[in-house]
């Protein structure tokens, strides 16, 4: 089940109601777990690739959930 709960604002992202791309690799090597993260559709490759490496080379993992013209993702433990 892919349940998020908002803590802060997402209105430091957008700008006239549009959320402003961002570089992903720092951001997703920052998060904690539990973190929440909203890019622009528009980065949803790069996103898909980034987490994947970031799970083979750093034992971090990301769920991924697409809200219309939005890409939210949050960093969970990792189950070995």
Do not use: H, W
């Not at 402003?20 to 790069?46: C, H, W, Y």
């Not at 083979?56 to 969970?76: F, L, N, P, W």
């Amino acid at each position: 089940m892919f349940v998020f709960s908002f803590n802060q604002s997402i209105n430091k992202y957008m700008n006239n109601n549009e959320i402003q791309k961002r570089p992903v690799t720092p951001i997703l090597r920052a998060m904690k777990i539990g973190d929440i993260e909203i890019f622009p559709v528009s980065q949803l490759n790069s996103i898909r690739v980034k987490t994947s490496d970031l799970k083979i080379m750093e034992d971090k993992k990301y769920t991924r959930k697409r809200e219309g013209k939005t890409i939210i993702v949050k960093r969970v433990p990792l189950n070995k």
